[in-house]
Nanobody, 118 residues
Framework: HVQLVESGGGSVQTGGNLRLSCTTN?????MGWFRQAPGKEREGVAT??????NPYYADAVKERFTISQAGNTLWLQMNKLKPEDTAAYYC?????????????????WGQGTQVTVS
């Protein structure tokens, strides 16, 4: 049973930074971050191959967010946060998601952590 546990969410002012963490008991080939704002569909933010460490980013977060992974821990460094980044952020894992940032391709999910930017 794959378990994913996120931490690091919180409230921050526009332009601020936050770092999310996710630990798992069963690392899969891809681990990623997704977010869901109220009234909106869940969307992919970033994912990374745990073998090649190649990252994939949504256009909305490129050059602001950085995904990284080591061992059974995944991080998302979020810089220059904007109010539109406000959402519940979820860690997820999959073995071969295609497209890479499609939420439906990820069978394993954490409980989520809230990020609020004001």
């Amino acid at each position: 049973h794959v378990q994913l546990v996120e931490s690091g969410g919180g409230s921050v002012q526009t332009g601020g930074n936050l770092r999310l963490s996710c630990t798992t008991n069963d690392k899969r080939l891809f681990m990623g971050w997704f977010r869901q704002a109220p009234g909106k569909e869940r969307e992919g933010v970033a994912t990374i191959s745990t073998r090649t460490f190649n990252p994939y980013y949504a256009d909305a977060v490129k050059e602001r967010f950085t995904i990284s992974q080591a061992g059974n821990t995944l991080w998302l460094q979020m810089n220059k946060l904007k109010p539109e980044d406000t959402a519940a952020y979820y860690c997820a894992a999959a073995d071969w998601p295609a497209p890479r940032l499609a939420p439906g391709q990820y069978p394993y999910w954490g409980q989520g952590t809230q990020v609020t930017v004001s």
